[in-house]
């Protein structure tokens, strides 16, 4: 076994700046300062759409050709869940690249919705205006239920977590903080892009949100 670089800095920065920014998010409509609201919305769309560009041109761990597989493949995963084994996943495993992609469409619908919402009070989304008010209720409505099924996949997530933890002896957490894991001496390393290209993805992502914004 040997030390491997497996995640990428952008993919990594990703994950953690999405956490603190979905809690930010759920405390920002808690506390009624929907300004902020608004603009952790733009931030987390920003992101999304970097990570989703990442998915195609960036490292192999973070490519959506490397991790999705079948259905067939991520039951048969799960099936094997109480099998004490080592993570010998270069990236995500069969189960959890399925996860990802729920997330990511989630946070998908989240934004969208967010960008055509109102509060019957003084916020409205910045595009609010293209449609009528009793779409934008409705879009409204689903910004609220989406949010509930958001925080019912992040608990099932931690739980994921804490079950490969216990039942496999697997740490999920450890790799996504330094990227680096464990891995067999002829397993080959991943490719991982330059950071500058996911500075460069990243800023165009943040210019089509402020385009959106714009509109």
């Known amino acids: 076994m040997r030390p491997m670089k497996v995640w990428d800095l952008p993919v ?16 920002s409509q808690e ?27 960036g490292s192999d761990t973070a490519r959506f050709t490397r991790f999705l597989r079948s259905p067939a493949a991520a039951l048969r995963h799960l099936a094997h869940l109480r099998r004490r084994e080592p993570d010998t996943e270069i990236g995500h495993n069969a189960a959890g690249g399925w996860m990802v992609l729920v997330m990511l469409a989630l ?20 595009l609010m205006h293209l449609v009528s008010k009793g ?4 879009l409204s409505h689903i910004h609220y239920l989406n949010f509930k099924v958001i925080e019912a996949v992040i608990v099932l997530h931690v739980l ?16 996504m903080v330094t990227g680096t894991k464990l ?3 002829d397993a080959p390393a991943p490719r991982l892009v330059s950071p500058v290209w996911a500075l460069v993805t990243l800023a165009v992502a943040a210019g089509v949100v402020v385009w959106l914004v714009r509109l």
């Open 31 to 57: 506390v009624n300062r929907m300004d902020l609201h608004l603009w952790v919305g733009y931030a987390i769309m920003t992101l999304l759409l970097f990570r989703i560009a990442w998915g195609f041109v």
């Open 135 to 138: 779409r934008s209720d409705w």
């Open 12 to 27: 990594r920065l990703f994950h953690w700046a999405i956490v603190v920014l979905i809690f930010a998010a759920w405390l």
């Open 160 to 175: 994921a977590i804490v079950a490969y933890a216990v039942l496999k002896r697997q740490n999920l957490v450890r790799p």
């Open 107 to 126: 946070i998908g619908v989240q934004t969208g919705t967010g960008l055509f919402s109102n509060d019957d009070g003084d916020t409205e989304g910045p």
């Open 183 to 185: 891995m067999p001496g």
